[in-house]
C-alpha cells in the first residue's frame, strides 16, 4: 500500500508532464525530422526555432502586444471588481441576487457571440487594432468572474472590522486601501490569475479585434503555413515560449490559489 501510495501521484505527472515534454522536444527538432521520424530525444539539436522567433519583429512583437493587452485587462478587470464585489457583500438592495446573476451570465456567453459587435464599435471608435480594444473586450468576461471570486472572499471577512474602522475614524477609501485589500489579498492574487489566464489563452477576440500593430502571438502561430506546409518546429518553439508567462504567474500566487481551493471560489 505504501508503494502504491506514491505510484499513482508519479504515474499521475509523468503523464502530465508528457505533453509539456514533447511540446519542448519538437522545438529543438526540424520540421523533417518530426515529419519523418519518432524520437524521445531530437537527433539533430537545432535551436533555430528560438532564433527565428527573437529575431523575427513579427514573432516577438506578438509576445509583447499579448503581455500588453493581458496586463492592461486583469489591471481593469480586478480594479473594477473589488468595488462591486464589496457592494454584492455587505448591501442588500432590490436586484441584488438577480444582478449577480446576470453578471455570471456574461462570463457563460461564448466570445464568439460578441465578436461581430465589438469589431464593428471599437471600429467606428477607431479602437481597433489596439491593446485598449482587446483588454476592453476581455473585461466583458474577466470582471463578472472577478467578482464572483472577490465577493467569496470578502463575505469570509466579519463585518465589524468595518464598523470598527469608521468608529476609529477611518475614511472609506483609507479603510478599503490600508485594512481591507490586505485581508482579502489571496482572494485579489487568485482572481488576478483567472483573469490573467482566461485573456493569456483567449484567440477569437484577440484576433478579431487586431490586424498588425496589436497582434497577439497566438494570432501570429496561426500564419506559420508555408507552401510545404505547417512550420512544426517553430510552432512547438512559439508554443514552448508561451508557457512561460503563465508559469511565472502561477509561482507567485499558487499559495493565493491553494486558499481559493480552501474557501471554495476555485
Known sequence: MKRLSWLVPAFYIFFLML?????????FKTTNEILGSFTLWPVNFTVENYVAIFTDPTWYNGYINSL????????????AALPA???????????????????????????????LPFFQLYSAM??????????????????????????GFMSGVPKEIDET?????????????????PLIASGIGVAAFFCFMF??????????????????????????ASTSGYELGLLAAAGALTII????????????????FALGRV
Do not use: Q
Open 19 to 27: 505533453p509539456i515534454y514533447w511540446l519542448l522536444n519538437m522545438s
Open 199 to 224: 485573456s493569456w489563452v483567449e484567440l477569437l477576440l484577440a484576433k478579431t479585434l487586431t490586424s498588425v500593430a496589436a497582434k497577439p502571438i497566438a494570432a501570429v502561430m496561426t500564419r506559420t
Open 126 to 151: 477607431n479602437l481597433f487594432d489596439t491593446y485598449i480594444a482587446v483588454a476592453l473586450a476581455h473585461c466583458l468576461f474577466n470582471i463578472p468572474l472577478a467578482v464572483w471570486i472577490l465577493e
Open 165 to 181: 474602522a469608521y468608529i476609529d475614524g477611518y475614511s472609506f477609501s483609507r479603510f478599503f486601501v490600508k485594512i481591507f485589500m
Open 68 to 79: 500588453a493587452y493581458v496586463s492592461i485587462n486583469t489591471v481593469i478587470s480586478v480594479s
Open 85 to 115: 464585489a464589496y457592494a454584492f457583500s455587505r448591501y442588500r438592495f432590490l436586484g441584488d441576487k438577480h444582478l449577480f446573476f446576470w453578471l455570471l451570465t456574461n462570463r457563460m456567453a461564448p466570445p464568439a457571440v460578441f465578436a
Open 245 to 260: 508567462p503563465g508559469a511565472v504567474v502561477i509561482y507567485f500566487v499558487r499559495n493565493y490559489i491553494a486558499k481559493g
